[in-house]
């Protein structure tokens, strides 16, 4: 084995980390006899030669030695092996990503190229793989072979053919999934693949394999699907709870006449590596493949199908916007009395209410239900998806309220570094506008270090937070203005601003006129922040920006001269800083002036000619913010819209921006460009802010904004208006 090896040029290559000079070591080590070795030199393949996905020339080089690796029958843990040499060459350069290479890019891309072809020209071995003693690699096989072999319709027969002989539960799911990638990759097959799945999904006896042809049936092809799948799944999810460990028997293989093609691997989760799934010995090694394991078999100890979950998902996936469909789904799965199969749906309703709009209540009551669970890992899951939620947390109020007051310990939670931050279920709470927070917020209050967010939820919480004014000005008053003032000062202005509490203008000043170098200009735009939301009550600072806004200093002439206007109404003092602002080389200070002139309305008219010379900027948001400023100062309605209508369809981010300003011009006129925009928008099912691959904690809460602007906008302007 290895042959060659030392005659590779290793040293003049380099992985994510530097000189690949250790890849022979990390080779040979997937060959060792000793599971720790295999362990870190699988972690050393997947940390550096193929880094996140990433191929380099050590990577390519590599490609032999791991298909020798691959086919021994003397080298254990192979299953991550085939795993492994299925991601390195299972990339897919398609015409539209090869239209957007750059210069940069182009070695990268070849390398791609020439991995796939490398690795595709060796797939034949996984023909005689899938039938390996190894049931770990015959887990891996079946989807390298639909990932990486050019003949998908061989690679169909042998599926077939190998699915009533497999003896094992799960690698007989992977057969499934590997049918499904090939409709998928091959869609001349597709309509042959559903046809099966459709007779798989009706006729194996294994509610296994029937609940595997449902999901891949979603993927494929969607419209096959039984009109009653959501009552069907629900029974196979309580049928396979009744069977005995291992999630089937072993006498139950399917009808040989039957051609096992299913599952299609979802683009937007996480892959599945055979670190995950490899079924040899547990290894207690700080390496990110043995904290994989370790997680895997937590999440699976105890589980009579712990593949279930990822079939479920992948039949939601399938399902996409079948918002209805999956929201049944997901209610009879919170009503399990498994715990596991819980969990996975109050995760899984997260991911189903952050990126689709729907009546929630029902499912949200249900996730509020979990939080009196006795299982942690339950009741967390379900208050962090709360905390998401906002306003849609509603219905699970007073699940929330008791979980606060049965757990004091969790209102704040403290981290190795870092400040201290509020729980999930304060800040759910919060969130809400629900009173029954605020014992939480004083307890952190009188904390030695004060919670960073708790700013912030008593924003939230409004009038109904005031009680906590008093120890908001007294924490504030402490604070040591020094290098870590910032950190210490900015929850607490946070928390006065959001209350407008004008009595502790003392205190702001005091931070105003101290604030430190270190990070001294943050902490006094949070001041400046503070000042202006006091307004009128703020008066006696007025003195101290006038004088600021000739010599800013620290603070931006800019964010003094909006906290001047909030407070004193004087449009001359401002008007010349804020002119000044709207010519300033930084973006962010000309977006900056162009609000703060908008705030003053038609005072500060004259300066509509240079923002409507902003409306053809490059940057798309100071487009947006002096289109609004131009209308706020000149009210003129169609140049403002016809520019906002512009920006909404060149990028979803601005749209509760544009929305804001929409709404308060006051009804739409019915039949305009304006009111078809946002009966477009409401009549989406998908949110404007979801994202592949990744999501913020504000989307939900954004989305909902946006629609209610929406409709706001259209109130009274007839059909449509209450989408």
């Not at 639909?146 to 690698?171: K, Q, Y």
């Not at 493949?289 to 370790?294: D, E």
């Not at 007051?405 to 809400?432: C, F, H, I, Q, Y």
């Not at 101290?514 to 902490?523: D, I, K, N, S, T």
Request: charged residues 25%; glycine residues 8%.
């Amino acid at each position: 084995m290895f042959s060659g090896i030392d005659e590779v040029d290793w040293a003049s290559m380099e992985h994510a980390y530097g000189p690949a000079d250790d890849v022979p070591e990390l080779l040979r080590g997937l060959a060792s006899q000793d599971p720790a070795e295999r362990e870190a030199a699988l972690d050393g393949m997947y940390g550096a030669v193929h880094h996140q996905g990433d191929v380099y020339a050590c990577t390519l080089a590599c490609i032999p030695f791991l298909f020798e690796l691959a086919v021994d029958p003397g080298v254990q843990d192979r299953g991550s092996v085939v795993e492994l040499l299925t991601s390195i060459g299972g990339f897919d350069l398609d015409e539209d990503d090869e239209a957007e290479i750059d210069e940069d890019e182009i070695e990268g891309a070849a390398n791609y190229a020439m991995a796939a072809a490398a690795v595709t020209a060796g797939a034949g071995v996984f023909f005689e793989l899938i039938a390996d003693e190894d049931p770990g690699v015959r887990l891996a096989a079946p989807l390298a072979l639909a990932t990486l072999h050019r003949h998908p319709v061989r690679v169909l027969a042998l599926l077939r053919e190998r699915l009533p002989v497999e003896p094992d539960e799960e690698v007989r799911l992977a057969l499934v999934e590997a049918a499904g990638r090939v409709a998928l990759r091959h869609r001349p097959l597709a309509g042959r693949v559903a046809e099966w799945l459709g007779r798989l999904a009706s006729r194996a006896h294994s509610p296994g394999l029937r609940l595997a042809a449902l999901a891949q049936l979603a993927r494929c092809s969607p419209d096959g699907l039984p009109g009653d799948v959501v009552p069907v799944v629900s029974g196979l999810l309580r049928e396979m709870r009744s069977l005995p460990e291992g999630g089937a028997a072993e006498k139950d293989c399917p009808d040989p006449d039957r051609d096992p093609e299913a599952e299609a691997v979802d683009p937007e989760a996480e892959p599945v590596t055979a670190a995950e799934t490899c079924r040899g010995e547990q290894v207690a090694t700080p390496t990110l493949v043995g904290q994989l394991r370790s997680l895997a078999a937590q999440e699976s100890a105890g589980r009579g199908a712990p593949w279930a979950a990822d079939l479920l998902r992948t039949l939601h996936v399938g399902l996409d916007d079948r918002v209805a469909d999956r929201t049944a789904l997901l209610a009879d799965q919170l009503r399990s009395p498994d715990r596991r199969q819980r969990i996975d749906a109050v995760r899984m309703s997260g991911g189903l209410i952050r990126a689709w709009r729907g009546p929630y209540e029902e499912l949200v009551a249900l996730v509020g239900d979990q939080l009196s669970d006795p299982e942690p890992r339950l009741a967390e899951a379900a208050s962090h998806v709360l905390e998401e939620l906002f306003g849609l947390a509603a219905p699970a109020a007073d699940a929330l309220a008791a979980r606060l007051e049965d757990r004091p310990g969790d209102w704040v939670k403290s981290w190795a570094s870092g400040p201290p931050g509020l729980g999930s279920t304060v800040k759910a709470l919060a969130r809400l506008g629900d009173a029954r927070a605020v014992p939480a917020l004083a307890a952190a209050l009188e904390l030695p270090r004060v919670a960073h967010d708790v700013g912030f939820a008593v924003g939230h919480l409004g009038a109904a937070a005031r009680p906590l004014a008093g120890a908001l000005r007294s924490r504030l008053a402490e604070v040591e203005l020094d290098e870590g003032a910032y950190d210490r000062a900015s929850p607490l202005l946070a928390g006065l601003a959001g209350l407008r509490a004008g009595e502790a203008t003392p205190e702001v000043l005091r931070v105003l006129r101290g604030a430190p170098e270190y990070r001294g200009e943050w902490l006094c735009t949070a001041a400046l922040r503070a000042l202006g939301s006091f307004g009128p009550a703020a008066r006696e600072a007025v003195p101290e920006l006038r004088a600021l806004i000739s010599r800013p200093g620290t603070a931006s002439a800019t964010e003094v001269a909006e906290a001047l206007w909030a407070i004193s109404g004087d449009a001359d003092a401002v008007l010349p800083a804020l002119i000044e602002g709207l010519q300033s080389h930084q973006v962010h200070e000309r977006r900056a002036a162009a609000v703060a002139l908008g705030s003053l309305g038609p005072r500060a008219a004259v300066v509509a000619p240079r923002l409507r010379g902003l409306l053809a900027h490059e940057d798309l948001w100071l487009r947006v913010d002096a289109a609004i400023a131009l209308w706020e100062v000149s009210g003129r309605t169609q140049e403002t819209v016809e520019a906002l209508l512009s920006d909404w369809e060149r990028s979803r981010h601005v749209r509760v921006r544009v929305a804001e300003c929409v709404a308060r011009m006051g009804p739409v006129p019915e039949g305009s460009a304006a009111a078809h925009v946002l009966r477009s928008e409401l009549v989406s099912v998908r949110r404007h802010n979801a994202m592949d691959g990744g999501y913020g904690s504000h989307d939900i809460h954004e989305d909902e904004k946006l629609l209610a602007l929406c409709r706001q906008a259209l109130r009274g302007t007839g059909k449509g208006t209450t989408a």
